[in-house]
T-cell receptor, first 114, second 111 residues
Framework: DADVTQTPRNRITKTGKRIMLECSQT?????MYWYRQDPGLGLRLIYY???????NKGEISDGYSVSRQAQAKFSLSLESAIPNQTALYFC?????????????FGPGTRLTVL | QKEVEQDPGPLSVPEGAIVSLNCTYSNSAFQYFMWYRQYSRKGPELLMY????GNKEDGRFTAQVDKSSKYISLFIRDSQPSDSATYLC???????????FGEGTQLTVNP
């Protein structure tokens, strides 16, 4: 089984709809991240959480919110989706700070907002 | 201006070629450097990690860091079709802090 799973894998929705993307991990990591990936812009950090009670904004948090329901679960919400939120979304996890900070990524969710 | 610049390609080479992938960065606070590989329809996975200036070798892959020039490279020797993927550079200012990614270079190795 995959260590980092994301649901759904693909989603098409309409402008103004509320959308939730879910992420679960079995790696036992405290740190979790949400990124979006766009052609020409690479991976950009939306939100991150270093433990269950910690939530931090990334570089592009406007229009998004997150919830850390448990150590293993981190969900991303779009309260009112707009077309420029069409992108590939990745969840990632990492162990506490140490040499390397390797992040482990899920398979991604392809979101299309019409 | 982006903190990390990476030529997006696409780059197409014949099997067996030496591939050079590069990133430049503007912030001298970056101290830790990584290369991630992303296959189509998959999430990125860590390929190489380096800290100090100089070279680090792992099989057919060599990561090079030149902090004085703010320039990092990934070399792939004897490239294989299975190396076809997008390669993203990433860097952080302190260990365990947020990663800043380049936009990725799409590489195709033709048999």
């Amino acid at each position: 089984d995959a260590d980092v799973t994301q649901t759904p894998r693909n989603r098409i929705t309409k402008t103004g709809k509320r959308i939730m993307l879910e992420c679960s991990q079995t790696k036992g990591h405290d740190r979790m991240y949400w990124y979006r990936q766009d052609p020409g812009l690479g991976l950009r950090l939306i939100y991150y959480s270093f433990d269950v009670k910690d939530i931090n904004k990334g570089e592009i948090s406007d229009g998004y919110s997150v919830s850390r329901q448990a150590q293993a679960k981190f969900s991303l919400s779009l309260e009112s989706a707009i077309p420029n939120q069409t992108a590939l979304y990745f969840c990632a996890t990492s162990a506490p700070a140490g040499l390397g900070n390797e992040q482990f990524f899920g398979p991604g969710t392809r979101l299309t907002v019409l | 201006q982006k903190e990390v610049e990476q030529d997006p390609g696409p780059l197409s080479v014949p099997e067996g070629a030496i591939v050079s992938l590069n990133c430049t960065y503007s912030n001298s606070a970056f101290q830790y450097f990584m290369w991630y590989r992303q296959y189509s329809r998959k999430g990125p996975e860590l390929l190489m990690y380096t800290y100090s200036s100089g070279n680090k070798e792992d099989g057919r892959f060599t990561a090079q860091v030149d902090k004085s020039s703010k320039y990092i490279s990934l070399f792939i020797r004897d490239s294989q079709p299975s190396d076809s993927a997008t390669y993203l550079c990433a860097m952080e200012k302190t260990s365990g802090s947020r990663l800043t990614f380049g936009e990725g270079t799409q590489l195709t190795v033709n048999p």
